[in-house]
């Protein structure tokens, strides 16, 4: 009885990756929409970058602090919610709205629920939508790129409002749709710089592709089918200005595949990419708003337990119980 074997519940599989070191590949990825944010609308997108990454970390440390929890802003985790926050306003936006909006997504949506891994919903999303309601005005002002923000600044109507009927404008070419150079939030103007962030991670397995590509795939095909399309432009090319346009390929690639609000069984995250791209449909295509990202991600990170309740697979040897 010398040699005791010591007996633990899996898993056993051990990695090298910390909450930091994820965050830190998740922040390396985001670099290049953040680059392309600040080359086409000016350090005002740099300042509201620091803007709500510096509230972010500040919300964190001092509501830990003055609740005597142990202090975590050294994982990383509050940069990352500061960055897709910036990434997911327009760069119009007060300085002082942004501060808000970074205290609304950690305190009331990551710490108020018991902090990173229990949110119930991406905290980056949630105060954009919080914002939305609280300031539609602010958060749907945008400029064209290039002009970056100050008294030269040009007010534009987003591709997708353009596309929508709601307001007049000009289309962006697909090329520039893709390269970067579209009005709209900081971090959309630029899918070559999102895609390049999103094939990094795909490379430092640090996400899985089922959730984005069934998330564009299913909205494509829904649009292709059945979009409301009065632009005189073949069906294709408005499909592929909806997906190049807009919030799609931000959320996808970097809000939908969130660990904590998001599946973790294969099937689970594929109904979970299907219902976000059914979701962002509906609303596009239905609804008064020209977006819908955000608010599809946050549906289905509600109903994110029942996925995962019905897409659990049965444990290998487990006896059928009686009827």
Known sequence: MEHKFVVSSSPHIKANDSISSIMLDVIIALIPACAA?????????AAVLLTTVAACLLSEYVYQK?????ITVGDLSAVVTGILLALNLPVTIPLWMAVIGSA??????????????????????????????????????????????GADAVSSATPLAVLKGMQEGTLPSLLTAFLGGKAGCIGETSGLMLLLGFLYLLLKRIVDWKIPVCYIASFAILMYLFGDNQTGLSQ????????????????????????????????????????????????????????????????????????????????????????
């Open 236 to 323: 294709g090319y408005f499909t592929l200005m909806h997906i190049l346009t807009g919030g799609l390929l931000l959320g996808a690639f970097f809000m939908a595949t969130d660990y904590v609000t998001t599946p973790t069984t294969s099937l689970g995250c594929i109904i979970f990419g299907i219902g976000c791209g059914l979701l962002t449909f509906a609303i596009r295509r239905f609804g008064s708003y020209p977006e819908g990202v955000s608010f599809s991600i946050i549906l289905m990170n509600v109903v994110c337990p029942l996925i995962e309740r019905y897409t659990v697979p049965k444990s290998f040897g487990e006896v059928k119980k009686n009827a």
């Open 66 to 70: 003055i609740t005597k929890k142990p």
């Open 37 to 45: 944010g600040v080359y086409f609308f000016g350090m005002r997108a």
């Open 104 to 149: 609304f997504a950690i305190i009331i949506v990551k710490q108020l629920y018991g902090g990173l891994g229990k949110n119930f919903m991406n905290p980056a999303l949630a105060a954009r939508c919080f914002m939305l309601v609280a300031w539609a005005g602010n958060m749907s002002s945008f400029v064209t790129p290039f002009m970056g923000y």
